[in-house]
């Protein structure tokens, strides 16, 4: 199967342009950006219905049509289940469970389950890791699995699916050999499969697309800094070099630049797309510091302005065009998922449910609300705010919750 490169920006833009379906993981950009009116302050009363999931993981909310999709894992991940829920009442209306017969390593952080599934038109995909990916139509009905592998290693598999216009996008780093693939959303086929350089380990994170100066575009952070792939053959078109390593963080593009941070301790730094080879030199714009130890949540620009927040709660403002920085602060409690943003604000939710919507300004930390949703301490949140007509659902490692304005 063949893509028409000259159409894929024309494509792009009309995806981006239609409705928006929160149908992947961060939704239509895989940036978290929403032009939806959400919520910015809730409590205990917003929460319209709360479900217990069967089972446990951190994947986040997708939608198609009436129907709401997680997965979850039972059995140390000999059970990995696709789960569909009603999007009005929270009803679960089927589960379609991959038996699992070998044994996966996973960090304490992570689980089986971490993977966000995503949709086109009537198609589920769910990306099980070594247990495969396994498409499904939006009833439950099996259309195709695809196995791609064992996954070595003891940090378990954490990209997510992209489909952009019938190909899914899959991510297949580990602690051996990693790849970048292609796959039919129709049939299950490999279309192509690009070998990453990324060992002794990979940086499991979900790829986005772009399109720069009307060229489409697949970027994807890793172990030794940020790539740029061709769609249409998966070609590496550039790579400019990180200043750490891990790269799970997903690098966010706007203003012509993608923001990327590391994972590990290191800066962040701003790449101009438009390069060919290795760009560290000739595109690397600007690199600033960065505090806090560790990042996981990925950066958001917001009105000139890029907000990252550290997995210890450190959270910095920058310029986006020079990398000056505003501020830094710290928002109270652990951060694992990435932010949603709005045109205003910026939301990022705590592994303990609190999530906090900023106002980003030059001056200092604007909190406009603190809004916890449990008190339960068994519960931990590592998913990402998912935005879908009007409300915002999340889930923890076992319950799911939908939001709605009080």
């Not at 990327?260 to 030199?281: E, H, I, M, W």
Request: glycine content about 10%; some cysteine.
């Amino acid at each position: 199967m063949k893509i028409n490169l000259i159409l894929l920006p024309v494509l792009f833009i009309t995806q981006l342009l239609r409705a928006e379906d929160w149908s992947s993981f961060r939704g239509p950009t895989g940036m978290g950006v929403t032009e939806q009116k959400i919520p910015t302050s809730w409590n205990a009363d917003s929460i319209l219905w709360k479900k217990s999931i069967p089972g446990e993981g951190q994947s986040s909310v997708v939608e198609a049509g009436n129907k709401i999709f997680i997965t979850a894992s039972e059995n140390s991940g000999n059970k990995r289940s696709l789960l569909c829920f009603s999007k009005d009442k929270g009803k679960l209306i089927w589960q379609r469970t991959i038996n699992y017969k070998g044994e996966e390593s996973s960090h304490r952080m992570n689980g089986w389950c971490t993977p966000t599934p995503a949709t086109e038109g009537n198609r589920v995909i769910a990306f099980l890791g070594p247990a495969g990916m396994h498409c499904f139509d939006t009833d439950g009905k099996k259309i195709w699995e695809l196995q791609l592998g064992d996954f070595p290693g003891s940090w378990g598999a954490a990209a997510s699916p992209i489909i952009i216009n019938g190909i899914v996008y899959q991510n297949c780093d580990s602690m051996g050999p990693s790849r970048l693939i292609a796959v039919s959303l129709e049939t299950g086929k490999i279309i192509w499969d690009t070998p990453r350089i990324e060992k002794p380990r990979g940086g499991w994170s979900t790829p986005i697309f772009i399109s720069h100066n009307g060229l489409p575009q697949l970027i994807l952070n890793g172990e030794y800094g940020v790539r740029g792939y061709a769609p249409s053959n998966g070609k590496e078109i550039w790579f400019c070099k990180g200043f750490n390593g891990r790269g799970s963080p997903v690098p966010f593009y706007g203003n012509g630049l993608l923001y990327v941070v590391n994972g590990k301790p290191g800066d962040l730094y701003a790449v101009d797309p438009s390069g060919q080879g290795d760009v560290t030199q000739s595109h690397l714009k600007w690199h600033a510091r960065r505090n806090g130890g560790r990042d996981l949540p990925s950066p958001a620009m917001i009105n000139s302005l890029v907000m990252v927040t550290s997995m210890s709660g450190v959270i910095t403002c920058y310029d986006a065009k020079t990398g000056k920085t505003y501020w830094v602060d710290r928002l109270e409690g652990a951060f694992s998922g990435s932010p949603s943003v709005s045109s205003n604000y910026y939301y990022i939710q705590s592994e303990s449910g609190t999530t906090y919507v900023i106002k980003p300004n030059k001056q200092r930390l604007e909190v406009i609300s603190k809004n916890k949703l449990s008190n339960n301490l068994e519960e931990i949140f590592r998913a990402t705010l998912s935005p879908i007509d009007g409300k915002i659902y999340t889930r923890s490692n076992n319950q799911l919750y939908c939001i709605v304005k009080r």
